[in-house]
């Protein structure tokens, strides 16, 4: 069967090491109380949770899926009672203000605990994953009536939020939405209209669902200039209690490749009561709160399935018996070898193994950035900023494609038995594909980051990391330890900035340059800012070996495991780089009436 344990070495290694989570903390006001022994107590309760209530209904969710009945979904055994425990032991409230019952900790605690919770039970931790962004959206944009309302039971948990933004006509592209806001005399709205693809839209969880919904107002101009935002209540909320059933109906669930455990809802708004969130026609700058969140949450996803595709394939790769090394028998006393002494099962581990950890380094780095956005001077909030608006599509779409990667060389270190339900790979391999789609493409991020991000600053949000990449090759540079790391890492940070230059005098001749190169240019960047954290990590690693250590093998494994990544998973660069170079023409060449006969 299936496991799950979680990663507290790996997560200390990163949080404490090399992020320094202790001065971070210290720097940030209200977050004085964030001392490394109550984040390591919070974090093993966390993993208890993970791994004693959620890991083993993660089969029982893929298995049993979610059940619809005329407009009510009844979500797999356990579901619910895991959710009530999870109210009780006050996790929704972690990382929110304390003005509205939450506990006021960083939102660098809270992201290690969805990790956690994600890794152990992906479709679970959708429920509450999806109410952290609604509560971000109210909490930025509310009026004070609405925070009051609504963010103390979204706070508390006792209520979940969504986010409705899709329509059967029209994906990513939302300036095409037809649902309507008419006004009404006591300034509240009538929504009508059908959002799909609402991920934990109905439930039997929580006592109430609070939607975030995007429509528009009679007079709205057209294209995105007319989405306004609003709250949308499956009922009214009466005093401290839920009242009447609001016009919002569950249609039908998704019939999906993975995720079973979690409903994803046709919703339908026939005149449902709703309220004005921020301006009018500024919905869609309002629900980019929401969205931001969400396509972290969605990296994570991608972290979480490499993790949990190593820690299963780990232990298969080590009893499995078949053939013998190519230098001589290892299991003398048996038949044959442990898979795990092969080249090309070894490949496989360790890319799963660099994935992961590279992944959590900049996750957890981002996270420190939402903190500092957060909670710093207003100097370090915009630069802070900044950075995360560069490096959020990175981390939303390099490490869903790397964590689908990983979940496949999971099925793959099981060969046939990997192909079965029973032990979980192909589960990973379902569950894992979604996370390239929603929240933004891989398409639609590599577009955002090299049109919108880097082009439309004229490179300005790519030297914000580029600078901070060359800061520590400089600081590194004659130190020969480090040498195989550094050097790398400071030619390809030079080159980024080349690329850039290059493909964007193209896009001055030709737009469709951009999208040409846009996907390659992620995945280059993806590597090039995972290099950067396997080198922080090295160095790190290489201090604590010369200051003498007495978890030496940690320390190896990790330099180790920086090697592999440099020598055989950073020289995929090298592809991307051609390829962003060869231009539009092959591409475009070809008339959409001859691409068959």
């Not at 995720?259 to 005149?271: E, P, Q, S, W």
């Not at 190169?517 to 280059?524: E, N, R």
């Amino acid at each position: 069967m299936p496991d799950y344990k979680a990663p507290l070495r790996e997560i200390q290694f990163v949080m404490n090491e090399v992020l320094e989570s202790e001065k971070h903390y210290a720097s940030l006001p209200g977050c004085e109380d964030a001392t490394p022994d109550m984040v390591n107590a919070i974090i093993e309760e966390g993993a208890k949770f993970a791994e004693r209530v959620l890991a083993p209904l993660n089969q029982v969710g893929d298995q049993e899926g979610c059940q619809f009945n005329n407009g009510d979904v009844k979500t797999p055994t356990g579901f619910k009672e895991a959710y009530q425990q999870y109210v009780e032991g006050g996790w929704p409230s972690l990382s929110h203000d304390p003005a509205h019952g939450g506990q006021g900790l960083p939102e660098s605690i809270g992201t290690i605990i969805s990790e956690m919770v994600g890794t152990a039970n992906w479709s679970w931790g959708m429920y509450p994953g999806l109410s952290h962004g609604a509560m971000n959206t109210l909490s930025e944009h509310g009026t004070d009536e609405q925070k009051a309302v609504y963010l103390t039971k979204l706070v508390s948990g006792e209520w979940t939020g969504t986010m409705c933004l899709t329509e059967s006509h029209c994906g990513t592209d939302l300036g095409l939405l037809r649902t309507k806001a008419e006004p009404q005399a006591d300034g509240s709205y009538k929504i009508s209209g059908s959002k799909i693809f609402i991920s934990a839209g109905e439930h039997d969880m929580a006592e109430n669902i609070i939607h975030i919904v995007l429509a528009r107002l009679p007079d709205a101009p057209a294209g995105t200039k007319g989405i306004s935002l609003f709250i949308v209540p499956k009922f009214m909320p009466q005093g401290d209690a839920v009242g009447a059933r609001n016009g919002v109906v569950c249609g039908s669930i998704e019939h999906k490749m993975g995720i079973h455990g979690n409903a994803t809802c046709v919703l339908n708004f026939d005149d449902a009561t709703g309220y004005l969130i921020g301006p009018p026609n500024k919905g869609l700058n309002c629900m980019f709160t929401f969205m931001n969140t969400a396509r972290l949450g969605t990296a994570l996803q991608g972290l979480a399935h490499a993790e949990w595709g190593f820690q299963n394939s780990l232990p298969y790769a080590k009893d499995r018996l078949q053939m013998r090394s190519l230098t001589g028998a290892k299991n003398t006393e048996g038949a044959a070898d442990p898979i795990i002494v092969h080249p090309a099962i070894r490949n496989m581990l360790l890319t799963q193994k660099a994935f992961a950890e590279g992944g959590r380094a900049l996750i957890y780095f981002c996270a420190q950035l939402v903190d500092k956005a957060k909670l710093a001077g207003a100097d370090e909030k915009l630069e802070a900023d900044a950075l995360l608006a560069f490096l959020t599509p990175i981390a939303k779409a390099f490490l869903t494609e790397t964590g689908f990667e990983s979940a496949n060389h999971g099925v793959q270190v099981y060969g046939g038995h990997g192909y079965i339900a029973e032990w979980g790979m192909e589960q990973n391999v379902r569950d894992a594909r979604i996370s390239m789609l929603y929240e933004g493409t891989t398409q639609i991020q590599a577009l955002d980051l090299l049109g919108r991000k880097v082009l439309m600053s004229q490179g300005e949000s790519l030297k914000g990391f580029t600078k901070i990449v060359h800061k520590f090759c400089k600081e590194h540079a004659n130190n020969d330890a480090m040498k195989p790391f550094v050097e790398p890492l400071a030619t390809l940070n030079q080159e980024w900035g080349e690329l850039t230059m290059k493909v964007g005098m193209k896009a001055m001749q030709d737009r469709e340059e951009v999208g040409a190169a846009a996907v390659d240019y992620l995945m280059y960047s993806g590597y090039v800012t995972l290099a950067y954290f396997w080198a922080r990590m090295a160095q790190q690693a290489q201090l604590a070996l010369d200051q003498g250590t007495a978890e030496e093998a940690f320390y190896k494994a990790k330099l180790t495991t920086a090697r592999f990544y440099f020598a055989r998973l950073l020289p995929r660069t090298r592809a991307h780089a051609e390829i962003m170079q060869s231009g539009a023409d092959s591409l475009m060449a070809l008339d959409a009436e001859h691409f068959a006969f």
